[in-house]
């Protein structure tokens, strides 16, 4: 099995900026895209940014330009930068690794961290 972790949520005015931190641990023989995604108290989970398997990066329109995504391959670890951040960004943060088996490709996904901004 895998495990995933998530850290670095927390309390931000608008403006500042927060780092969060995913890890994966356990038998992973390769990871092929990694994801950030985010909910809010009554609203749908939404994607936010990720890295894929050949290193390129992807971004929602509401962060493009503001959060910046990067992957450490050799630690199994996704960044996440958020800056300038803004109280819609207030969610809880998750992080959903794909990782592939010999039978398939399966989803794995972190307990999330919160991040609240204020105005």
């Known amino acids: 099995q895998v495990q995933v972790v998530e850290s670095g949520g927390g309390l931000a005015q608008a403006g500042q900026s927060l780092t969060l931190t995913c890890v994966a641990s356990?038998?992973?023989?390769?990871?092929?895209?990694m994801d950030w995604w985010r909910q809010a108290p009554g609203k749908k989970r939404e994607s936010v940014a990720g890295i894929t398997g050949s290193n390129k990066s992807y971004y929602s329109r509401s962060v493009k330009g503001r959060f910046a995504v990067s992957r450490d391959k050799a630690k199994n670890s996704l960044y996440l930068h958020m800056n300038n951040v803004r109280p819609e960004d207030s969610a809880t943060y998750s992080c959903?690794?794909?990782?592939?088996?010999?039978?398939?490709?399966?989803?794995?996904w972190g307990q999330g961290t919160p991040v609240t901004v204020s105005a």
């Open positions: 356990g038998y992973i023989p390769r990871i092929t895209n």
């Open positions: 959903k690794v794909n990782v592939d088996y010999r039978d398939g490709t399966y989803e794995f």
